[in-house]
């Protein structure tokens, strides 16, 4: 029963950051229909910075945080700029081939500069764990949970309350309509990308101080977002914050219980059965945001 | 028509990119083939391998060469994947016609190459692999100076009772090497009459350890034989102590790092044991002080990473073996270094170098038992416990 | 004169090994020829029929695994005291059942696309890469994990009463490389030019019209997947049998990316793009090895592909030969691409 219970607890704490990857991603996937191969990089970069911050420049553990999300948003917003925005009308397949392209440029870069050697990144939280009866968790994991459940919140009252996020959600619902009531379309894609790569960053940069990190690690991250926008629906808010913690949870049981070298696999095989039985998504009663 | 010709162009413009020059033949040299993973996920390692490598060129050529010329080393990438280290093997002895290689640091690489090994007929040293496989396989190309995980177990048989353990558990990377170890050290301790609990894997990118260490937390185990690279080590530290593990750990396979380990995994590596094939921090404790002495000297003086030592040494070894096979059978030829490097005794700084046969009759390889060395993390540094003192 | 051109250039193939002595030269020859069979696969579902598959390594690979185990052989312990025991089987016998394997998996990723469209469609077949990939990296007593299979046998061939041709030599593997590419071509190329040709167009430039007259568009989606699946199980299996070593990073999705380059900076839905794309990208990495790093080379391809995307969105074949497209091909005009 303990080992249950820590399972659990560990797949809830993962479940925030995976969480934050999905909610990112099916903010782009739904307002811009855009196969976003570098929302893993953004991931990766996320973490890097944190590294570059805290290591090289011995600079604080929480400003480099922050500047990873900031950094993030920046990168995804140029990205969508100078790579998306002239492609605007071209077919998906175009906009995933320059996507590809830019993934493999972002990857190889951090490899040149930070070489396929894995870092760790030390953080100011204690290393002992805090032990609450037959379970223990450590105070980083601690700090990450509700760092991420901050952001989540924060992004929910941002596109329920905000004018932007008012923007963003009519974009969505209706592209036209929404240009024809004066909404500038190309800002809300920019912003929206900004916006998803800001929130894959901070995942990012989360997860990093929790384990290591080295230039592929946004590939498996981009494909468990996947997993999560998919099992919540395309552009469903809701669905992808519970696509997270579900995902966390189904990992740290199926490794726990079933096998933890197929650990990884779980994402990929909730999406080929959510497609298979329930293509719109599980929580979709109507693809919409929010 | 233009179709044809658009391939044409573009077939003739790709050949005509392979027309790169040859290295230039110049002064006569002696070439020895050299592929590590430079690039790629244990790109650490290889390079701390190629870096000792250098030095034992620089060394040679100092003290005059061999047989007269200037040693040459001809370092490829093989970019930690087996079909590059068959490509790179290729690429040594077809274009730069190196009669002897060393490499390829990992089994899955170094098995990938000996079919090419005999197809050529070039001998290669292996200087850090560990699979059984390896000498075992009927190729007389093959001179292996690392250990295969069941010498590395034996040579801990004779320690085992002082870390008084009773029941063990295994946690492994999920290759050969690791699966490897964890079989031979079972295979060892059971003799002992030691109990085994749970014996787990772990992929090589894996990251979240937290389901195999709670599996080994309930195995009622006291002692984790730990097998993988040092960066996974890291991982599993913090992670054990993140879950409490009561456990006593002991690392093997001789990469993991002691001091990166301190600096990544503070507080969590305390009291962690790892068995290692040279201890630069104690080179007074190898079999030739001296020489540990002159090659952990010279490594500092070129500003390389101390931590990369524990590797580094195979490098050295593996090349001043060769040298001592192409001096020994007076000409820089593959057939006649593969006789020689039979009769080489070498002075190694992990201990002496001399092949014994191994493997199907009338077509062994050649293997060395190396030397073994135990030292623990204490207090915040590396420290030699009692009984590894002479 | 047109007629003769494409023998002439088969001749001259062939003739290479006669001349071309520099065993590294010729290996590089044939690892590109392999990726050449391989893109032209991709090239079926990609180019002509528009499906965005991203997992094809899959295919590429369990063509590989198949045909290396069919002719090691292989112990299979079932339960307590069974093991199911396969004896090694001659070498040509395992290709064809790592070709079968691979179709049959296609045939799968074609009925599974009837259901799921798009960008979901590029989810699903990368997801099963990635299952294909963990799978063969778990199951260990079939697949040795990441031990890797090795020492796999080279192609043998045996003419009763002439005696056995093992191929040892890159030369004839080389011949061997050259056939299957050819036959890829040939059958490739027969496809397109028939009505399943045609209906893969059809589906591709818009789908719902060619239900509504009456395509069965389920059909041909899992005809053209078997087939494209099959030819890249056929390139699966001469990577086994050249290389002699498989092993789980077959799957890496680094590969489906070289193989869409390839298909993609050659010409994508053009019957030479792919052997294009191949002949670039296969030996660029080698010719480029001592000037630049292999992160720095990877950096120029994802340069490369965006450039490619935004001002040659045909590819290179395309572009090169001009706007006159031969009546020969029915590959994409010049139309510029438009939203799905």
């Known amino acids: 029963m303990d080992q249950f219970l820590q399972h659990i607890l560990n797949g809830i704490v993962l479940g925030g950051s995976y969480a934050l990857l999905g909610i990112g991603l099916t903010l782009i996937f739904g307002i811009m229909y855009v196969v976003n191969f570098t929302h893993g990089e953004l991931y990766a970069f996320g973490a890097y910075v944190v590294f570059a911050v805290v290591v090289a420049l011995e600079g604080n553990f929480f400003l480099a945080l922050l500047l990873a999300v900031v950094l993030g948003a920046v990168l995804g917003g140029g990205i969508e700029w100078a790579l998306l925005r002239p492609l605007r009308g071209a077919s998906i397949d175009t906009t995933m081939l320059v996507m590809i392209g830019a993934w493999i440029a972002l990857q190889n870069t951090e490899q040149l500069l930070w070489t396929g050697v894995a870092k760790a990144i030390r953080h100011p939280f204690p290393e002992a764990p805090l032990v609450v009866g037959p379970v223990s968790i450590s105070w980083i994991r601690i700090f990450v949970f509700f760092a991420a459940l901050v952001l989540i919140a924060g992004s929910h009252l941002f596109i329920r309350r905000s004018r932007l996020g008012a923007a963003m959600r009519a974009t969505f619902q209706d592209r036209e309509t929404a240009a024809l009531m004066g909404v500038n379309i190309d800002a809300v894609h920019t912003f929206t990308f900004a916006f998803g790569s800001g929130l894959a960053a901070a995942a990012g940069a989360l997860l990093g101080p929790v384990f290591v990190v080295f230039p592929t690690m946004g590939d498996l991250a981009a494909l468990k977002a996947f997993a999560i926008v998919i099992m919540g629906g395309m552009g469903n808010f809701i669905g992808a914050t519970l696509g997270g913690f579900i995902l966390g949870i189904a990992e740290e049981l199926g490794a726990g219980y079933i096998s933890s070298g197929y650990r990884d696999a779980m994402g990929f095989l909730i999406i080929i059965a959510v497609l298979l039985f329930k293509p719109t998504g599980l929580f979709a009663r109507a693809e919409r945001i929010g | ?390 | 004169m047109r007629r003769w051109l494409p023998c002439i250039w088969v001749a001259f193939l062939v003739s290479v090994p006669l001349w071309m002595r520099n065993q590294y030269y010729l290996h590089i020859l044939i690892s590109t020829g392999i990726f050449a069979v391989a893109a032209m696969s991709l090239n079926l579902l990609l180019g002509y029929t528009g499906q965005l598959s991203l997992g094809h390594v899959a295919f590429f690979g369990i063509g590989a695994y198949t045909s290396a185990l069919v002719s090691l052989g292989f112990d299979l312990q079932l339960s307590e005291g069974y093991t199911f025991v396969f004896e090694p089987r001659p070498v040509w016998l395992g290709f064809l059942c790592g070709v079968a394997a691979a179709g049959f998996f296609g045939w799968i990723i074609g009925r599974l696309s009837f259901r799921v469209r798009g960008a979901y469609f590029v989810i699903v077949t990368v997801s099963f890469a990635e299952v294909v990939k963990l799978v063969a990296l778990n199951w260990v007593d079939l697949t040795e994990g990441p031990m890797a299979l090795n020492n796999i046998p080279p192609v043998t061939l045996s003419f009763p009463g002439l005696g056995e041709l093992t191929f040892w030599k890159k030369e004839p593997n080389y011949y061997l490389v050259l056939a299957v590419c050819l036959l890829s071509y040939l059958v490739i190329r027969r496809l397109v030019f028939s009505r399943a040709g045609r209906a893969f167009i059809a589906l591709r430039e818009n789908e719902a019209l060619a239900e509504s007259v009456g395509v069965d568009v389920t059909r041909f989606l899992v005809l053209a997947a078997v087939v494209s699946a099959a030819i890249a199980g056929a390139a699966g299996g001469l990577y086994a049998h050249y290389i002699k070593i498989v092993d789980p990073d077959i799957f890496l999705f680094i590969y489906t990316v070289t193989m869409v380059i390839m298909v993609v900076a050659g010409g994508k839905g053009t019957l030479l793009g792919p052997v294009v794309g191949a002949v670039i990208f296969g030996i660029l990495p080698e010719a480029l090895r001592e000037a630049a790093r292999p992160e720095v080379q990877w950096i120029i391809y994802g340069l490369f592909m965006i450039l490619i995307v935004f001002f040659l969105p045909d590819g290179i074949v395309p572009a090169v030969s001009g706007r006159l497209r031969p009546r020969l091909s029915p590959a994409r005009g010049d139309t510029a691409e438009e939203a799905a």
């Open chain 2, 1 to 390: 028509m233009k179709r044809w010709l658009t391939g044409a162009v573009s077939w003739f413009a790709c050949l005509g990119l392979l027309a790169v020059p040859l290295p230039g033949e110049g002064a006569e040299t002696i070439k020895i083939g050299v592929t590590q993973p430079l690039t790629g996920v244990v790109a650490a390692s290889g390079n701390y391998v190629a870096q000792g490598a250098r030095i034992a060129e620089s060394l040679l050529n100092a003290k005059g060469g061999i047989l007269g010329k200037k040693v040459e080393l001809i370092v490829e990438d093989n970019k930690s994947n087996p079909v590059e280290a068959v490509a790179t093997a290729e690429k040594l002895i077809v274009r730069d016609k190196v009669p002897v290689l060393m490499g390829a640091w990992s089994s899955t690489y170094t098995l990938a190459v000996m079919p090419k090994l005999m197809e050529y007929s070039v001998p290669m040293v292996v200087e850090t692999s560990s699979s059984g496989k390896i000498t075992t396989s009927g190729n007389p190309w093959i001179f292996r100076i690392s250990p295969t995980s069941a010498m590395e177990a034996v040579a801990m048989a004779p320690h085992v009772k002082k870390f008084n353990v009773k029941k063990a558990d295994f946690l492994s990377v999920n290759n050969d090497w690791g699966r490897g170890a964890a079989d031979e050290f079972a295979k060892m301790l059971q003799k002992q009459g030691i109990r085994i609990g749970t014996r787990e894997t772990m992929d090589a990118k894996a990251q979240d350890l937290s389901a195999q260490l709670a599996k080994i937390k309930a195995s009622g185990g006291d002692t984790l034989f730990l097998t993988t690279g040092v960066e996974q080590i890291t991982l599993v530290l913090k992670q054990a102590k993140e879950q409490r593990l009561a456990h006593k750990i002991i690392t093997t396979g001789g990469s993991s790092s002691p001091d990166q380990l301190i600096e990544q995994a503070g507080a969590a590596a305390e009291g962690s044991y790892h068995i290692l094939f040279f201890a630069p921090w104690f080179p007074e404790a190898a079999p030739y002080p001296a020489l540990a002495k002159e090659f952990v000297a010279e490594w500092k003086k070129r500003g390389y990473n101390f931590a990369g030592l524990t590797e580094g040494f195979r490098g050295y070894d593996g090349i001043m073996t060769i040298a001592a096979a192409i001096t020994k059978a007076g000409k820089a030829d593959a057939k006649s270094i593969q006789k020689a490097l039979w009769d080489v005794q070498v002075q190694g700084v992990n201990g002496p170098i001399k092949f014994m046969k191994e493997g199907p009759k009338g077509r062994e390889s050649g293997q060395s038992q190396p030397n073994v060395f135990i030292v623990q993390i204490a207090q915040g540094k590396v420290a030699l416990p009692g009984f590894m003192k002479k």
